[in-house]
Nanobody
């Protein structure tokens, strides 16, 4: 019903930067919040950052001061600017969006397919 397409992952050296993008499409009436989660091998998926339609943001303590989340409401797109990357940031990063569908109306929560971020030491 709602598709999320991520881009921007890759391999980078420690201290480097990457920018992830996620575009939502489909039966979207409104998006309440968009965010990024990550999952490293052998670990549970964890919240990285989330941004509401009003622009309020929440970050995991481990990325505060290094990552910045932003969104373009007109394009239903969310971005994650990642600076000063560390090897421990290595993970598959997943985009998430929740909101309201068009008619017939209902709530949705969707996930992207994931994009690999690898930070070498």
């Amino acid at each position: 019903q709602v598709q999320l397409v991520e881009s921007g992952g890759g391999l980078v050296q420690a201290g480097g930067s990457l920018r992830l993008s996620c575009a939502a499409s489909g039966r979207i009436f409104s998006i309440n919040a968009m965010g990024w989660y990550r999952q490293a091998p052998g670990k549970q998926r964890e919240l990285v950052a989330v941004i509401t339609s009003g622009g309020s943001t929440t970050y995991a303590d481990s990325v505060k001061g290094r990552f910045t989340i932003s969104r373009d409401n007109a394009k239903n797109t969310v971005y994650l600017q990642m600076n000063s990357l560390k090897p421990e940031d290595t993970a598959v990063y997943y985009c998430n969006a929740r909101g309201v569908l068009t008619t017939p109306m209902g709530d949705f929560r969707s996930w992207g397919q994931g994009t690999q971020v690898t930070v070498s030491s």
